[in-house]
Each structure stands twice: as C-alpha cells, then as structure tokens.
C-alpha cells in the first residue's frame, strides 16, 4: 500500500476521533462486569447455533477425533521405538 493510500485508509478515523472529540494521548475505555464464563458460553452458542450446520459441524468433529486417534498411536509407537508403520 502505497503512503498516500495510508494516509488516505486512517482519514475516516481521524474525522471519528475529531467528532467524538477523542484525544490520542487519552485512549478511551469501557468498564463492563464480568460474566461467568458458563454464562458467556451460553450466549455465545445461543447466537451463533442459528448459523452452524450441524452435519458438516458432525463431519468436522468425527475427521478431528480420526486424526487426535492417529496422531495418538503414531506417538505411541514413537515412544515405544516402534518407528516402522
């Protein structure tokens, strides 16, 4: 990216600063209470379930568990000195 196009990209956040009168040597913050992490888990597959395939999520978790398996016996014939197939 050339300097002008960089320049040109951060002129819409220069311009948000400015209106929101934010001050670059005092960044903003934002307190919020903690949330269980059982509570946040739950809101997050509340709002993310709608979007999710369960038959490809199935398929990916079963190609996953095959290759942990794989993985497993493959260092269990390293650690043995079982290093042939």
Partial sequence: MTETACRRSHKPLARLRRDLRLRPDRPPQREAEAVDPA???????????????????????AEERRRR??????????QSG???S
């Avoid at 509570?39 to 978790?61: F, N």
């Fill in 39 to 61: 509570e946040l888990r739950q809101l997050l597959e509340a709002a993310v379930d709608p979007y999710v395939d369960r038959r490809v999520l199935a398929a990916v978790l």
């Fill in 69 to 78: 398996e794989r993985l497993a016996r493959f260092v269990d014939r390293w």
């Fill in 82 to 84: 079982d290093q042939g």
